[in-house]
Nanobody
Framework: VQLQASGGGLVQAGGSLRLSCVASGVTFARETLGWFRQATGKERIIVASINRSGNSVYYADSVKGRFTISRDNAKNTVYLEMNSLKPEDTAFYTC?????????????????????WGQGTQVTVSS
């Protein structure tokens, strides 16, 4: 399984970025997906997660109303649209995937429950 993230970069506060994460080697439509971030000197935290169907999502409180997670199962891609970016959003962003072996189609917040991780992309927001 491979996850290839892209779309990071340097942006001014108030700006926008769109991260993409393309999966290969997996039946994408069966996977729950998430975006995480890790700032320098801090632990990795969940940013957003989306269920298999794409109709249930979770956001960290710090990004609610500014970030949007979505998926395109036909393209094996999960997106993170980031608007109104703040300097505190500066971090290394990573996508991850998990297989839920249940009929319950829900998002996943806990990093430990994810099975595979992408290589990530750096987002830097200047003030």
């Amino acid at each position: 399984v491979q996850l290839q993230a892209s779309g990071g970069g340097l942006v001014q506060a108030g700006g926008s970025l769109r991260l993409s994460c393309v999966a290969s080697g997996v039946t994408f439509a069966r996977e729950t997906l998430g975006w995480f971030r890790q700032a320098t000197g801090k632990e990795r935290i969940i940013v957003a997660s989306i269920n298999r169907s794409g109709n249930s999502v979770y956001y960290a409180d710090s990004v609610k109303g500014r970030f949007t997670i979505s998926r395109d199962n036909a393209k094996n891609t999960v997106y993170l649209e980031m608007n109104s970016l703040k300097p505190e959003d500066t971090a290394f962003y990573t996508c991850a995937g998990a297989r839920l072996y249940t009929n319950t189609d829900t998002y996943i917040k806990e990093p430990i429950r994810y099975d595979y991780w992408g290589q990530g992309t750096q987002v830097t927001v200047s003030s």
